[in-house]
């Protein structure tokens, strides 16, 4: 079964400054997708960027970009420039091929203060 | 274009009663899926429709049932409820029932259990 573990519960960062959040997963898959969801305080789950495993190159997202590292099954977020509205829970979720069963993590709690 | 809409937005109902939450996916998508999320965790995955057809299942009992109708939109039903059901519902569509099209969510409906 596949599953993912985000090890950070709670992060903080000054604005304008960079943060990365963690996500390792395990799976036996070949082909696959990761995902970093935001869900802010408003509850609605927002998708802030993609990774296809076939791909090497690292997604990035304007000030969003992601370290995939497959060998290490490793998926971590940078957020470059932090604002106040980037403060939210940040998932971590994967999703096998052929299914659209996505599997997420516990979540890390990133607030972003003045 | 609307996105991924969800009703109600809030209930609450008692141990042993029944419930049904609804979907509707963005324009032209065709899966829905359906995700609980319980406070302080991550959701997890309950069911997938496409064109209709049950595609997945998650580790749910046979109390939860869904169902897809014509115009794509869904149903979520809850029988025999429990305190553990207590959680926010979401619902996610995407264009495709497999996992190369990316999930879009509701904004949830947050289920009280009492």
């Keep these: 079964a596949q599953t993912v573990t985000q090890s950070q519960p709670e992060m903080s960062v000054q604005e304008a400054e960079t943060v990365t959040l963690s996500c390792t997963y395990d799976t036996s898959e070949n082909n696959y997708y990761l995902f970093w969801y935001k869900q802010p305080p408003s509850r609605q789950m927002i998708l802030v960027i993609r990774q296809e495993a076939y791909k090497q190159q690292n997604a990035t997202e304007n000030r969003f970009s992601v ?33 659209n069963d996505m599997r997420f993590g516990a979540g890390t709690r990133l607030t972003v203060k003045p | 274009d609307a996105g991924v809409t969800q009703s109600p937005t809030h209930l609450i109902k008692t141990r042993g009663q029944q419930v049904t939450l609804r979907c509707s996916p963005i324009s032209g998508h065709k899966s ?22 049950e595609r997945g299942r998650g580790n749910f009992p046979d109390r939860f049932s869904a169902r897809q109708f014509p115009n794509y939109s869904s149903e979520l039903n809850v029988n025999a409820l429990l305190l553990g059901d207590s959680a926010l519902y979401l619902c996610a569509s995407s264009r495709g029932g497999e996992g190369t099209d990316t999930q879009y969510f509701g904004p949830g409906t947050r289920l009280t259990v009492l």
């Design chain 1, 67 to 99: 370290n995939f590292q497959k060998a290490a099954k490793s998926f971590s977020l940078k957020i470059s420039d932090s604002q106040l509205g980037d403060t939210a829970m940040y998932f971590c979720a994967f999703m096998k091929y052929y299914n």
């Design chain 2, 32 to 53: 829905v899926s359906w995700y609980q999320q319980v406070l302080g965790q991550g959701p997890q995955f309950i069911f997938q429709y496409y064109e209709k057809e």
